[in-house]
Every structure is written in structure tokens, then in C-alpha cells.
């Protein structure tokens, strides 16, 4: 008798997930559809809004952050979608996920304060995508500000995640921010060359190089009578894009053409005097 009960009560129960089967399949099936392509369509809109950005000649920069912002917009759109679908009101769905909303924010102001600085960042533009700049403990050449980070390339091409939090919160030095630099360089030669001879040298090389501007006037002094030698600074201006370029160049030039002056660079050096002491017998 007890074995037909439980016999009766699994048929119930197969039969009853059967129904449940048949009401929310389809349910659950045209939910994953308007997941996963909303998600696609979600994706394929936002890279549509930048390409239509890019036309427009926005500054790339607002254009990353627009088109991430697009894209979360649309998907959290998706989402709603999806679980209306399943049958669960979204009115109550969405008064839950606002409170969560609230309860998560409180565990996550690192997140938030790092997505209110990119907004700021977008808005106040101290850089712009393709500046090289030093923020937020590292430098690197800017590729794009996302909602919470600001992705860097380093010169020896490493991708750097930067929190936008860390960026706006402390001192931004932006080295493509004006279209000229001043390179600054020092050079040493010793206490018996001929001063002026050297300065010769220095004006000669800044003559010869085409990429040194003729405004403002570069500079060449005597800037200190150090331990070991007689320092001169030297201080052209030229394009942003030449900086490197002029000053690796220049401390070639210098070497090879103090060489053939007959000038000396010094280095430091010691003198050592052994006194020789007589012991009386």
C-alpha cells in the first residue's frame, strides 16, 4: 500500500514538473534569445554611436567614454527585457535592483568616486587620447578613459589600467600638452679648456640642427663651477615630437665634437698622497 502512495506521489510530482516544463520553457528560451542578442545588438549600437562620433570629428577621448557608457546603458536594458520576459514584473523588479543598487554602491565608492572622475576628466580634458602623460603613479602614452580606468601604453609597449580616481586626485603633467618643449641639458669641460671654445661648440651644433627653433632663442651659459668642472646649460626649444630625437642626438654630437676641439669632459677623480714617515732608530 505505501509503495502505490509513493508510486502516486512521484507520478504527481513528474507530471506537475512536466507542466512547469511546458509553461516556463518557452519562457526561459525566449529569455536567453533576448539575452545573448540583445547583448550582441547592445555591443553593435554603442560601436555604431562611436564610428558616428568619429565622423563627426569628436575628440576620441569622449568617444571611448560615450560609447562604454552607451554600452551599459543598453545592456542593462537587455537585462530588464529579459527578465520581464520570465514573467517578473519590472516594477518590483527595478525596486529591488535600486535597493540593491544602494546597498552595492555603499560597498563599492571606490568604483563610483572612480566613475565620477571620468566623467570630470571627459569634461575638464587636462589630456586628451594620444597625449603622453605622467597621472596617477605612472606615465604613459593615453589610449582610451573608460567608466572607472584610464588604459596607458608605456614606451615599451605594456598596457596600463590606471583607476581614473587615482588620476584626478593627484598632479597631472601632460608632455604633449603644448606643441613645444625646452630641452635641457648639461654639460661639463674641465678648468683649463678654453670657455669660450666650448660655447663655439654648443652654438655651432644648435645652428646645424634644423629641428632647434629660432623662437624663443635657446640658451647657453655657464650655470656652475662644480668640484670637477665648468658647467654649461643648454636649453633649446623644438616641436614636442623632437625631444627625444634632439637630445640623444646632441649627446653624441658633443662628445665627438669636444674630441676633435681638444676639450676635455671631466670625470671625478681622487688624488692620493702617501707621505712617507722616518721612525727615529
Excluded at 546603458?73 to 523588479?93: E, H, K, R
Excluded at 654639460?187 to 634644423?210: I, N, P, W
Aim: include cysteine; charged fraction near 20%.
Amino acid at each position: 500500500m505505501q509503495d502505490l502512495v509513493d508510486m502516486q506521489f512521484v507520478d504527481k510530482l513528474v507530471a506537475h514538473g512536466e507542466q512547469i516544463a511546458v509553461e516556463l520553457g518557452p519562457k526561459v528560451l525566449a529569455a536567453l534569445v533576448i539575452f545573448f542578442i540583445g547583448k550582441w545588438v547592445a555591443r553593435l549600437l554603442a560601436r555604431l554611436a562611436e564610428g558616428a562620433m568619429r565622423r563627426a570629428r569628436v575628440d576620441d577621448m569622449l568617444v571611448g567614454f560615450a560609447g562604454n557608457l552607451a554600452y551599459v546603458a543598453l545592456f542593462a536594458f537587455v537585462v530588464l527585457a529579459a527578465v520581464n520576459q520570465l514573467g517578473v514584473q519590472t516594477t518590483s523588479f527595478i525596486a529591488v535592483l535600486g535597493a540593491a543598487g544602494l546597498a552595492i554602491g555603499l560597498a563599492m565608492q571606490g568604483s563610483l568616486s572612480n566613475f565620477a572622475a571620468g566623467v570630470m576628466l571627459v569634461f575638464f580634458r587636462p589630456f586628451k587620447v594620444g597625449d603622453y602623460v605622467e597621472a596617477g603613479g605612472a606615465s604613459g602614452t593615453v589610449e582610451q578613459i573608460m567608466l572607472f580606468t584610464t588604459r596607458m601604453k608605456t614606451p615599451d609597449n605594456k598596457q596600463l589600467f590606471v583607476p581614473n580616481g587615482e588620476i584626478i586626485k593627484g598632479i597631472i603633467v601632460n608632455y604633449s600638452g603644448n606643441a613645444t618643449r625646452r630641452v635641457d641639458m648639461v654639460f661639463g669641460c674641465g678648468y683649463g679648456d678654453d670657455l669660450q671654445k666650448a660655447r663655439e661648440v654648443f652654438e655651432t651644433l644648435l645652428a646645424e640642427d634644423s629641428r632647434v627653433l629660432a623662437e624663443p632663442a635657446p640658451v647657453v651659459a655657464v650655470s656652475a663651477l662644480a668640484d670637477s668642472s665648468v658647467n654649461f646649460i643648454v636649453r633649446p626649444w623644438v616641436n614636442a615630437s623632437d625631444y627625444w630625437g634632439l637630445f640623444w642626438d646632441f649627446q653624441e654630437k658633443v662628445k665627438e665634437r669636444f674630441d676633435a676641439a681638444g676639450l676635455n669632459i671631466p670625470f671625478p677623480q681622487r688624488d692620493v698622497h702617501l707621505h712617507e714617515v722616518t721612525r727615529a732608530a
